[in-house]
């Protein structure tokens, strides 16, 4: 079992930066991959980036080159750090954790880009 709980959302002006973070608990050390998804309203849930157990990371292309996925394992967060913020990357946002064969999800975070 693992338990996410995501922090670091809110309302941003357009071009603004914003950190996201996700607590992880559990047993941790069977994880395989760590993510962060975001749901737009009437949209379906895309990956926006993914970070291995060995630490390569892949990211959706509409975030590459704005969007730093981390980890911090001393205190076991991940984090989503997002700059040069569009009003197309208003959603919700969730971290997710993949154990195979399962996947956990955090309960979101909303993040909001004014233009």
């Known amino acids: 079992q693992v338990q996410l709980v995501e922090s670091g959302g809110g309302l941003v002006q357009a071009g603004g930066s914003l950190r996201l973070s996700c607590a992880v608990s559990?047993?941790?050390?069977?994880?395989?991959?760590m993510g962060w998804y975001r749901q737009a309203p009437g949209k379906q849930r895309e990956l926006v980036a993914l970070?291995?157990?060995?630490?390569?990371?892949n990211y959706v292309d509409s975030v590459k080159g704005r969007f730093t996925i981390s980890r911090d394992n001393a205190k076991n967060t991940v984090y989503l750090q997002m700059n040069s913020l569009k009003s197309e990357d208003t959603a919700v946002y969730y971290c997710?954790?993949?154990?195979?064969?399962?996947?956990?999800w955090g309960q979101g975070t909303q993040v909001t880009v004014s233009s």
């Open positions: 997710n954790a993949f154990v195979v064969p399962n996947n956990y």
């Open positions: 559990g047993s941790i050390f069977s994880i395989n991959y």
């Open positions: 970070i291995s157990s060995g630490g390569s990371t």
